[in-house]
């Protein structure tokens, strides 16, 4: 072959330009690498999902005619070949030196280790031709201000992309944002319909890295893998999610219930980030569902839907690329504690914690405010530190890229970012659970206690949070209200809840 081009675990976007002619003399390689394996501790479903989706591409490309390498990890290893670039290097001196072309990462590690490798040996990158903003756009929009802010970003995106706009540049529907009608609580009359699931034994990834010794996270249960891996399974659920579920999305998006997992969210985070889909159809696959059926889905489920994909994730992302590395350090709050053990159990009699945390090992997945308002808020206001914190949900969820877990993890959930990239923190007390869920229902705790043995230990550690934090976030205005509060319980009282948070912080693995 006279050029090697090489995809990525998560490049496997059949409609990049790469493909559009078959070439005799280019040649495709994927690889199943031990380094992309242990980066950190995986789920287990994770590792299974994104071999079995590069699996299924690999045949997909050969079933267009292309040519393809494909190395699996039994294959990689006995060679001695444990990163990406030694596959690749080995692989370019087997065919006599061909050109070789890749696309440009996502993750820092990966284009540090290309952009060195390709000026060593030769190598040329290009777009992945997936995103709807460029690595700079973020950076560029924020560059001499000292916080950075989504909707700004957000507006900016509808405008170039002509997104929910009328022909003078306005919001279609004469409003940006439609957040206020998207805090609805669910009821147990709301009926919940089920998602498809697109059945595959996962028994032989497992045994697969039980031979190589690679550590997993989490469970899958009868070893039953059920996220879609191909196309034509993505585009089925993206049809799915838009036929039953975007009804309702805005309006339930902050909610929790123990009912479902996943209530009216569209779980595409793993088809979107593996690029099996673009953003750019996922949010057109929307809009059409709403211009087809206007008095069945309103627009501020459809607004909420297109302002995570077209806003949030490519905020996430331009973010990613404007603070690495240094990002990947920062500790604002100087949290030092460790997650407590049964992050990786879910053995608490915490319900909530108990019931995301169970939900996210067995699931690989946890919607946005079970990662935001009850892990992410837990590890934050407990003082966990940001690396631990890292740790958890780069392992635990099957869509965990680093450009996306991290800026969410770090930034938005911990705060370790000072700010940047959220106007306050996402702390509360159990007051917000409670009503936002039906988790307090069957807890052993009480939401309404402050102190005492059954006390909520969301509400000691709330207040010890803000008590400790006075001169970092006692000046900011949205947090005034919050600070009203603590002051108003007088001196006693907080003397009790502080002594409490500290019994809390000494027995968190008992909790
Ligand atoms: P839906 O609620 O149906 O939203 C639709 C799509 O919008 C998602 O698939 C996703 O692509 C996008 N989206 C929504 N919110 C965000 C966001 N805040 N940032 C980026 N994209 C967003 N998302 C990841 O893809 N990978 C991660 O590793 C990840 N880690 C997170 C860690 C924390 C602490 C928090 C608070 C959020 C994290 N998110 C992450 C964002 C979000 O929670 C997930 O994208 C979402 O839960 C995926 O489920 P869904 O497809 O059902 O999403
Ligand atoms: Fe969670 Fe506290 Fe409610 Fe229990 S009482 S479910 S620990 S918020």
């Not at 998602?195 to 045994?207: H, Q, Y």
């Not at 997993?216 to 659920?237: D, I, S």
């Not at 009912?259 to 088809?271: C, D, E, G, T």
């Not at 953003?279 to 696959?285: F, K, L, M, N, T």
Request: charged share 25%; proline share 3%; with cysteine.
């Amino acid at each position: 072959y006279a050029r090697l081009r090489l995809i990525l675990g998560d490049q496997l976007n059949e409609n990049h330009s790469w493909f559009r002619e078959v070439d005799n003399a280019t040649v495709y390689c994927l690889f199943e690498t031990h380094s992309e394996a242990t980066y950190t501790r995986h789920h287990v479903q994770k590792i299974t999902g994104f071999f079995l989706a590069m699996r299924a591409f690999a045949n997909r490309l050969r079933e267009l005619g292309h040519h393809v390498v494909y190395r699996s990890l039994d294959e990689t290893l006995a060679a001695g070949h444990h990163s990406i670039t030694d596959c690749v290097s080995h692989l370019r001196r087997e065919q006599e030196n061909p050109a070789f072309e890749y696309q440009l990462p996502d993750e820092w590690r990966l284009d540090q280790e290309l952009k060195l490798y390709s000026e060593k040996a030769g190598g040329v990158a290009c777009d992945s031709e997936h995103f709807l903003s460029v690595r700079e756009d973020v950076g560029r929009l924020f560059a001499d201000k000292q916080r950075y802010l989504m909707e700004t970003f957000y507006r900016e995106m509808r405008r170039r992309h002509d997104i929910l706009m009328d022909a003078n540049g306005e919001p279609a529907t004469g409003q940006w944002n439609y957040d206020q009608d998207n805090r609805g609580r669910i009821s147990a009359e709301v009926s919940i319909p089920e998602s498809p699931r697109f059945e595959r034994d996962g028994g032989e990834i497992v045994t697969l890295l039980e031979r190589h010794g690679i550590a997993t996270m989490g469970r899958m249960p009868g070893n039953r893998f059920t996220y879609p891996v191909t196309r034509r399974e993505c585009l089925e659920a993206l049809s799915d999610f838009c036929r039953h579920r975007l009804v309702h999305f805005g309006t339930y998006q902050d909610a929790m219930t123990t009912r479902h997992p996943l209530l009216f969210h569209a779980n595409l985070s793993f088809a979107m980030n593996t690029k099996l889909l673009g953003p750019r159809e996922v949010i057109d696959a929307a809009i059409n569902a709403w211009r087809e059926r206007p008095e069945e889905i309103t627009i501020n489920q459809v607004e909420g839907f297109v302002r995570q994909i077209l806003g949030w994730r490519e905020y996430m992302r331009g973010v990613y690329w404007a603070q690495m590395p240094e990002f990947a350090e920062v500790n604002a709050l100087d949290h030092r504690a460790d997650l407590p053990e049964w992050y990786w159990t879910g053995d608490t009699k915490m319900n909530c914690l108990s019931h995301a945390i169970n939900q996210s090992l067995d699931l690989a997945y946890a919607h946005h405010i079970q990662r935001l308002m009850i892990t992410g808020n837990f590890a934050l206001i407990l003082g966990a530190h940001p690396d631990a914190v890292d740790a958890w949900y780069l392992g635990v969820y099957i869509d965990a890229i680093e450009w996306v877990e991290i800026t969410n993890t770090r930034g938005m959930s911990q705060r370790a970012d000072g700010g940047l990239i959220a106007t306050k923190p996402y702390c509360s007390s159990a007051n917000y659970i409670n009503k936002m869920s039906d988790y307090c229902r069957g807890c052993h705790y009480d939401p309404k206690q402050h102190t005492g043995p059954r006390a909520c230990p969301f509400n000691s550690l709330y207040w010890d949070f803000l008590d400790r934090h006075r001169e970092r976030l006692g000046s900011n205005y949205r947090m005034a209200f919050m600070y009203k509060g603590w002051e108003r319980k007088g001196g006693e009282q907080q003397a009790a809840i502080l002594e409490r948070a500290a019994w809390v912080k000494a027995h968190v693995n008992e909790l």
